[in-house]
């Protein structure tokens, strides 16, 4: 079946530093690929997704690209800064063919000043 | 517009006592979600409803574990009865069927189990 496979960390940087979390896919489909972010003692919540081959979602700094040939979806942000210290998690999504959203493991990242 | 809302926020409970966890949904959404988060195991999903029919129940660990959704506001895990390893945080989350399935989480239910 559809799964997602990530770095698990954790994930240790200095303020302003660069992040790469890596996350690679298995779909028999089309999935719509997300990154989501969990600040300490709340929900997941969404950071940003993209629904086909070659897209670019971005917010707040973060960027991934959909990226068919290699199967991935890596999270990038240049320049982080402490208040990005939470864990991130890579999802994926066949719906509305199917609203079973597979998550992988998750990354915690903390940011030190 | 109000989002996912679960209650209680948290619930400090003893071994053998029944625990039961709601959760109101985005109005409009028709697929509701429940997850368990550990340390040890991650983020895992019990069960999904999509128009308050159970669609996939696999993720439930034993017949202690229950869920409702009697109706499209309104959810209930149940757990009875209740066991130290039960102690998670519990996530209701929904979506909408029209989209690309984006998943919109209330802030959880920290269970502790004595």
């Known amino acids: 079946g559809d799964s997602v496979t990530q770095m698990e960390g954790p994930v240790t940087l200095s303020e302003e530093a660069f992040l790469t979390i890596n996350c690679t896919y298995t779909a028999t489909g089309y999935p719509s690929l997300f990154w989501y972010v969990q600040y300490p003692g709340e929900g997941l919540q969404l950071l940003l997704k993209?629904?086909?081959?070659?897209d670019k979602g971005s917010n707040k700094g973060f960027e991934a690209t959909y990226r068919k040939e290699t199967t991935s979806f890596h999270l990038e942000k240049g320049s982080v800064q402490v208040s990005d210290s939470a864990v991130y998690f890579c999802a994926l999504s066949d719906a509305p063919a199917d609203n079973d959203m597979r998550f992988g493991a998750g990354t915690r990242l903390t940011v030190k000043p | 517009d109000a989002g996912v809302i679960q209650s209680p926020r948290h619930e400090v409970t003893e071994m053998g006592q029944e625990v039961t966890l709601r959760c109101k949904p985005i109005?409009?959404?028709?697929?509701l979600f429940w997850y368990r988060q550990t340390m040890m195991r991650g983020l895992e999903l019990l069960i999904y409803f999509n128009n308050n029919v159970p669609i996939d129940d696999s993720g439930m660990p034993e017949d202690r574990f229950s869920a409702k959704m009697p109706n499209a506001s309104f959810s209930t895990l149940k757990i009875q009865p209740s066991e130290p390893r039960d102690s998670a945080v519990y996530f209701c989350?929904?979506?909408?069927?029209?989209?690309?399935?984006?998943?919109?989480f209330g802030e959880g239910s920290r269970l502790t189990v004595l």
């Open positions: 989350a929904s979506s909408s069927n029209v989209g690309t399935g984006e998943l919109f």
């Open positions: 109005s409009g959404h028709n697929s």
């Open positions: 993209a629904t086909k081959a070659d």
